[in-house]
């Protein structure tokens, strides 16, 4: 009675191997895969599908990773035959159609985000900023400017910005932020000199709040020959109001997986567009889409970019993806786009308050919201030992998923919510309702917290042991 | 306002919450001068008026019967694929970090890792990389890691061109040097060099740039007796009719790695596509990416969750296996329906098919007059064609004819000027084989 | 075996079951005579052939311009509505006679109830009929249910051609008389007569088949005065911009019966669509169809089930309000999405469209020589233009220039040989109504 | 925290009415619907789809329902936008792919049923039983046999049988079925007589057997100058294998959303063709597609037909769901449709085995099950006080469909099970096991019967209530 098509075990006759490829380049061994029916892969799937929450069925205040509404319509522009059945290496004159609304994509997200160039191939946001750190290096190499071994990264970074700096083969220094979320600058300044090739920043910051001192801390780094990296993940934040070109930055990736609402489809794929300023251009990855003065499009090449850093994936990038972003973008156009933010940080802003009115505690009661906000439950944890993760998987028993925890490291049993700018003054008043019921709970049944989810097809799971064990993957 | 739920006396409501007058107040943190700048963006369109101008992007562009191939193969996706693939429950959910709200997700995930280790015949699979290309340079990576030494790896000349380029970006960052390995130019096969210079790994591409089959089991055994890792590259589809990985030579190759495309992925001009990855369990903990394991909860019950994340970027932030953090779930999700879907028999038979039409197809073409076959080794689906003009203006001047012809190889360095790399699926039938040689034999009278 | 999940092995294990050797002993009650006759079909194409043959038909069908309306109507759908519809757990549910496996069917049919009764301004919706005209049929046997006596029932004689033979084949059956009213042909309205003669009920066509609206108030009072059920025919859509039927008079219509489509369906080259049926409560018992009604279960739990059963044919049989058994679910599930989407305002917005489309439409046309308009009188999205030559001649002409330019009144025996009923909805751009303004003038010169 | 979207009442400024229209024509109070943002419907509708049963999420063994697997590919093919976009009134030459498609449709039903004709136009079951039997009745009009008021049909059929035999304008005389399921003949010889018009037969019958006699009952209703009319809704019983028109009958339909694979859509849409003998050809409903001689594709019209039975809809018919059964025809092929009735018998043959095993009594223990059958829980009901009710509820918690209940209303607590040609072994097993353990609990626990289901959205809901109440529609 178990939902795996691993059950299911049908010998069809296979087919004659071909006379014409040697028997030891054939398989050896039948390959070992189920038969089922389409009825039984339809439902076994579907009913595992069910089993999910989805922004399409749960409101889903997951901080810095903008759980917003994927429109449908950009889907169904997306998987249109005329595009979805296009080969890669059609010729330019076969796929005008796409390399226009490609061209039209840069053009929109160099207009959003004020910056000269962009160059759509990134495959996600880490792979947007391995792109990014790279054109630092080569921006540095091109001039001969050769010691800038180091790049500076907040601690509260995501951890991407570290791993990625290091694929680049950077190495990297952390910078510490100060008790009302702001960077240290002295800190900085201790760190800054000719070794540095740059900073990356997100703004507003992973802590929720707008870093006020960016135009200072641009002229800092800037004057020590360094350049800015802007993690594009918190966009949503300022989408339409501030654009990352003005606040400094050299170079930055956009997450269109986030702020242009194009679907995480649990777990990618994602797009990770790079924008650069001018003196950055040379360096874009390949390829991109330009216009010939004859209004076609084509692709650019090592031709056109010789300095460029190269090629992240065989094709040009999830074009799929881009599509949709492109098809959000058309939709709201400038006025469209210009409310994101606000309706985002009034989500957010209202939240906290209410969160603080049922006697949550906000990391920085002082400051603003951003487009999201950290709580912190250590309260909770002196009074009846109960920590974040409880309180995360309490929600889901309500049909809430859970906001991010224990992230960004420096609060501790955080909760960093984002409510985005879809969601309804009703839904969010409804998660303020369970937020007063779980702390009500906690403080007076905190056992249940302890032992939830309770409703769910599993309760919490044996992590340890699923290390431990390392089942991943079905052996016969 | 299209997707913000909020009417006015909402926003009222929600302002005097937070206690302020007016919108822009939410902003007063951020410095005047950084605000409201004019953006150059067009005026939005409702939803009836975006569907009109972007169907009429897409048929701007132009529907061509399909024999080209070089890592993006047309092939037929059942319907049910995406039918469910694009259910708002996975196609709107996060990546599985709560495990017990994502037990679709995860089940399908490791559905999937067995899937792949079942095709590649190894024992672990990550659950996707971006693509084959950036796998491949994951795979080099990883194999440096678990070897230490020099940095240096053995890659095939006639690898695709444009994987290789992905290599020389990737791994240039770290100073990885990556030594070619020449090809014979009479067979289009690798030839094995002289010693291993220290190398970590040697790429073994079953299939090759020139769609020839490699004589794995020799290479892999060549690897493996000068201290190197065996890093297969390959088409997951014709893992269904050609020898694993994990069965190459006497030890089996360490890794394979590969463009997830040709199972249930559109082209869709390029992507998103996925790229898989297989390794032995030993070396599990220097996989990159995510990988989903089997548990249960506190009842007993079974469940799944993502497991070994110290591994990942999150937990172990610089010194991480990889810096990749979304990566393709959906994708996968759809490659696990679709080889659910066709089965192990219907894989099989898939790959039978797209065999014989590629044969069928190469003896068309090869029967006309000035056309060549530069290659006589076995192969899948694909194959060079040497012609007596430049490749791309054949290529070209077929469009002419709803006939995108394949892939001229020397526009992107490899082979002579008149090399064609020529692909037929099953998606091509006999009267599609016949057009595209009426068609070639045509255009070469005129070109 | 398509669809089918048995293997050999299966089907070997299963035969010793039943206790038979072979599957032809399945039927060895039936008669041999009778088995195994051979039967002219074609083979069975796999999934991908059959995809590539149907492609091909539906691009054998010509993508037009669409101004035609006559009962079916081209309008926007928002992508979400058949998102929805399509889910495999509403597009593939049976009828919901478990109300507690069938909640979300259930739910959905109530909401739908709900939205037609304030629509049409009535009391009780059903859960859908077939389609507008054979609701108007039905409509017409429950006004007689209602009112016994003789069975008779007035009808414009320009209601929609295509709704009158509906009529004429399904009440004919009952030797039901259906006696025309005329209609005014200098304003296309109807002409009131002099007395009813005894019939049960008015069929008051709110927009008529000349697209001009009706006096309703009058009409419907006149109705009522003689002792006979209003019964008003409706396009929903326009419904969001005109009076609805239970304000018509001063008593309301009787009952109000329309076709569906305008709210979200397809055009499908005619149907499925869905009729739909709203009426007082006090009629409630006559009412054909299924009917959705809110409940409780053992712990107070809100819920849905179908209720009246006992007008229905499983029930009661022969004495049944209707024969109707499966109706239109699906559809009717899509509307409640589309109705849901745009919203009430939404619903004006787009019936305001139409209306501004079609009457700079008009202007555009009725500039052009030699074209004249026959009725003067307000209208909501449709119109008759009176041209000099056939107007199916004119029309067919204008296929040749993409335009799908109406609907030849003639041709169904209303009016006059150049009589086209004309349409314009939201999905036409200015643009459009100019192509059709030159097009049609460039045809009128030659044809 | 209700699901409803009622909850929701957003004001936006509605547009101006138009001058042109007189006031007294538009609406006097403003259009009361909800104005929910997309992702608010979305979500709503998504989750109510969630709490249905489907056959994409559920065994549904629902006799005389042929809840059988609704090929996707079938759905994709009719919503393709050159099918979905034609309207109706499209003259011919611009939509000859359409036309062909039905005229194909036509062609192979005709084949499949062995009868001479064929209209695709009602648009469901029912609606085909009163096209047929209205040609019935214009047949003996137009040979001026006018005294034909009876229509005879045997108690145990379906209830539209009657129905739609009223709605003809017939009057119906019922005749009953003997203990082994066949019809009564000696009831049939005395009914018939020149006042009869013919019979309403299916076959098997809704007893789930055969009917051994057809050929002897045809023999007698022609002689007495009726014509048969073959109620197609169990031709999945035998598909392929035997035709109607061999049989014997005249007149029949075929609910091509049984049978033919197209879904049921949580109540329709269906489509009810009709297929005649020759005879019958000059009465059938219009329209039908006709082919020309120089291959192309047309309506037919009052002019070809001119002594039809008329039209039953505004267009062609259900075309979308036409559609649909086209395709799942052409997947099949000839093969595949002869093996639809083989494991459509095969499954509930096996079924009916298995069940009776686990202690299960069969209404007709002696007879062959056709592709459905019949078993009787009165032993239960006499030891414990289950009825067949509680069985089918009690069955929903473990995630199966209820069988039908009550019908045909001869055997009494009866279930009506058809496991269709389209699940699995293992999913029949699963089900045995589960009716194992139901009869056991209803023996041992029936109180846990009388109270399922127990794990569903609701419990059994109150429809007394529901009837007395009337809450048919929301008011605010
Ligand atoms: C702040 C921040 N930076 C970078 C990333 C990395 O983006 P991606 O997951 O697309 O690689 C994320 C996403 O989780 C993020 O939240
Ligand atoms: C035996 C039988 N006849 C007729 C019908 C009526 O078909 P429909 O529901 O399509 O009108 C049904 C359907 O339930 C049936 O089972």
Not at chain 1, 127 to 141: F, K, P
Not at chain 1, 197 to 203: D, E, F, K, P, W
Not at chain 1, 270 to 294: I, K, M
Not at chain 2, 318 to 331: D, E, R, V
Request: proline share 6%.
């Amino acid at each position: 009675m178990s939902d795996s098509i691993f059950d299911h075990d049908h010998h069809f006759p296979a087919a004659d191997d071909p006379a014409d490829i040697p028997a030891h380049l054939l398989r050896q061994t039948p390959l070992d895969l189920p038969n089922p029916a389409e009825l039984e892969v339809l439902r076994h799937y579907t009913r595992l599908s069910q089993k999910n929450f989805s922004i399409d069925t749960q409101f889903y205040p997951l901080g810095s990773c903008t759980m917003k509404y994927n429109p449908r319509i950009a889907h169904a522009m997306a998987v249109l035959p005329g595009f979805a059945r296009l080969h890669p290496d059609t010729p330019a004159p076969a796929m005008q159609g796409l390399l226009r609304v490609l061209w039209e994509l840069q053009e929109w997200l160099a207009a959003v985000t004020g910056m000269a160039a962009v160059s759509l191939t990134p495959a996600a946001g880490a792979q947007g900023e391995l792109a990014g750190v790279a054109m630092i290096r080569a921006y540095h190499a091109a001039r001969g400017d050769q010691g800038r071994r180091k790049m500076l990264i907040p601690t509260a970074a995501h951890g991407t910005n570290p791993a990625s700096a290091r694929m680049a083969g950077f190495e990297v220094v952390e910078i510490p932020s100060l008790a009302d979320g702001d960077l240290d600058m002295e800190a900085l300044d201790r760190h800054l000199g000719a070794d540095v090739a740059g900073i990356m920043l997100t703004n507003p910051s992973t802590l929720g709040v707008f870093e006020r001192r960016i135009a200072e801390i641009a002229g800092h780094v800037h004057a020590a020959g360094g350049l800015l990296y802007y993690d594009g993940a918190n966009l949503n934040a300022i989408l339409g109001r501030v654009q990352p070109g003005r606040m400094g930055f050299d170079v930055m990736h956009l997450n269109l997986h986030k702020t242009f609402a194009t679907p995480h489809g649990g777990g990618g794929p994602g797009a990770g567009a790079v924008a650069v300023q001018e003196r950055l251009r040379p360096f874009l990855p390949l390829p991109t889409v330009t216009r010939e003065a004859e209004g076609a499009w084509r692709w650019t090449s090592e031709a056109d970019l010789p300095r460029s850093i190269g090629r992240l994936s065989a094709h040009g990038g999830n074009i799929g993806v881009l599509l949709r972003a492109h098809a959000y973008l058309r939709r709201l156009g400038r006025a469209g786009v210009g409310r994101v933010s606000v309706y985002a940080a009034l989500n957010a802003n209202y939240l906290l308050k209410e969160l603080q009115r049922v006697g949550y505690q906000a990391a920085f009661p002082e400051r603003r919201a951003s487009h999201e906000f950290i709580l912190g439950v250590s309260d909770l944890q002196q009074a009846t030992g109960i920590r974040a993760l409880d309180v995360a998987k309490r929600l889901l028993d309500f049909g809430i998923h859970a906001p991010t925890i224990y992230f960004p490291q420096l609060v501790p049993e955080c909760l960093l919510i984002e409510p985005t700018e879809t969601e309804s003054k009703a839904t969010l008043d409804r998660f303020v309702a369970v937020m007063a019921r779980i702390r009500q709970e906690a403080l007076e049944q905190p056992e249940l917290l302890r032992a939830a989810p309770h409703h769910l097809p599993v309760g919490r799971l044996d992590e340890a042991l699923a290390a431990r064990r390392l089942d991943v993957a079905a052996v016969r | 306002m299209p997707y913000i739920p909020h009417d006015a006396a909402e926003t009222a409501a929600m302002l005097a919450a937070v206690g302020i007058q007016r919108l822009d107040q939410l902003f007063d943190e951020i410095p005047a001068a950084l605000q409201a700048a004019d953006m150059a963006l067009p005026e939005g369109l409702s939803e009836m008026a975006l569907q009109r101008e972007l169907e009429h992007r897409a048929l701007d562009n132009a529907p061509l019967r399909c024999f080209a191939g070089a890592g993006a193969y047309a092939h037929h996706i059942p319907a049910i694929v995406w039918d469910i693939a694009s259910r708002g429950e996975f196609y709107s959910a996060y990546t599985p970090y709560q495990p017990e709200a994502s037990q679709g997700t995860l089940q399908v995930l490791y559905e999937y890792q067995s899937f792949i280790t079942r095709l590649t015949g190894l024992e672990v699979s990550n659950a996707s990389l971006y693509d084959g290309a950036s796998g491949l340079a994951e795979a080099c990576l990883m194999a440096l890691r678990i070897q230490g030494g020099e940095p240096a790896i053995l890659v095939p000349e006639h690898l695709l061109p444009s994987w290789r380029r992905v290599l020389d970006s990737m791994l240039g960052l770290q100073r990885i040097r990556l030594r070619s390995v020449p090809y014979d130019p009479d067979t289009g096969t690798l030839r094995l060099p002289g010693d291993a210079g220290g190398a970590a790994a040697l790429i073994i591409p079953q299939i090759n740039g020139f769609g020839v089959l490699e004589a794995v089991d020799a290479l892999t055994d060549w690897a493996h007796a000068h201290g190197l890792l065996a890093i297969a590259v390959v088409n997951p589809l014709a893992l269904a009719l050609l020898k694993a990985p994990g069965e190459w030579g006497a030890r089996g190759a360490d890794m394979a790695v590969g463009e997830g495309q040709p199972l249930g992925i559109p082209l869709t001009g390029g992507g998103p596509y996925f790229g898989f990855l297989a390794c032995r369990k030993a070396h599990v903990r220097q996989l990159p990416g995510r990988l989903v394991a089997k548990t249960v909860d506190g009842q007993g019950r079974e469940g799944f969750c993502l497991t070994l994340q110290a591994r990942e970027q999150h937990i172990r932030r610089g010194k991480a296996t990889s810096n990749i953090c979304t990566n393709q779930g959906l994708m996968v999700t759809a490659a696990t329906i679709h080889m659910a879907a066709l089965g192990g028999h219907g894989l099989r038979r898939t790959a039978l098919t797209c065999h014989q039409r590629a044969s069928r197809l190469r003896k068309h073409l090869a029967a006309l007059p000035e056309v060549r076959l530069p290659y006589a080794g076995p192969f899948f689906h694909e194959f060079v064609l040497r012609l007596p003009r430049p490749a791309s203006a054949v290529r070209d001047a077929l469009l002419g004819h709803g006939i995108l012809a394949g892939v001229p190889l020397a526009d992107s360095g490899l082979g002579e000027a008149g090399d064609l790399l020529v692909c037929a699926t099953e998606l091509l039938e006999e009267a599609d084989l016949r057009a595209y040689r009426d068609a070639l034999a045509a255009v070469l009278e005129t070109v």
